[in-house]
């Protein structure tokens, strides 16, 4: 035991100096890393921060767009519905039309009658009916057909129009 106290006389104060270093420097080391994962904590917070609003904005800039979409699909959709009433009109007032003129004509046409031949066959009675809804049906065709071919000029008339 002497032997021990001999050498803790001459080497205390190295003893000292070694624990007050080990002291001081775990103290500084400990703070240190203390500070470096409330700098990291922070950062990451930041970064958290930074992606939620990212994420916010890039949602806003879809729900505008939607809704853009939507505007305009609802835009198209009534002016697809206007056309088609009033194509449906157009087509009703033709067949009313074609159907007066053929009414008209078969009216018309009883007054002409063509006399019978006397000494040839007989003609089979044409089908007045018959024909004259076929040719209701040619005239409400060309009708329609004519204001396809107008709505299509319109349509590229509007297209080229921004190209001159």
């Not at 624990?19 to 950062?43: P, V």
């Not at 019978?116 to 409400?140: F, H, I, N, Y």
Request: aromatic share 4%; net charge negative; hydrophobic share 45%.
């Amino acid at each position: 035991m002497t032997a021990l106290l001999a050498f803790l006389r001459l080497a205390w104060p190295y003893l000292a100096c070694l624990g007050a270093g080990l002291g001081t420097g775990g103290y500084l080391i400990g703070n240190h890393w203390e500070a470096r994962y409330s700098a990291l904590q922070a950062s990451h917070a930041q970064e958290m921060a930074d992606a939620q609003e990212a994420g916010r904005k890039a949602l806003q800039a879809q729900l505008e767009q939607f809704q853009n979409v939507s505007a305009n699909n609802a835009k198209v959709i009534r002016a697809l519905q206007t056309q088609t009433d009033a194509a449906t009109a157009d087509s009703a007032r033709d067949r009313e039309l074609a159907q007066r003129l053929l009414h008209a004509a078969q009216g018309g046409s009883s007054c002409h009658a063509v006399p019978q031949a006397g000494a040839g066959p007989a003609t089979a009675p044409a089908s007045q009916s018959q024909s004259t809804e076929r040719l209701g049906d040619l005239l409400v065709a060309a009708a329609d057909e004519s204001r396809a071919c107008a709505r299509q000029l319109n349509a590229l008339i509007e297209e080229i129009k921004p190209q001159l």
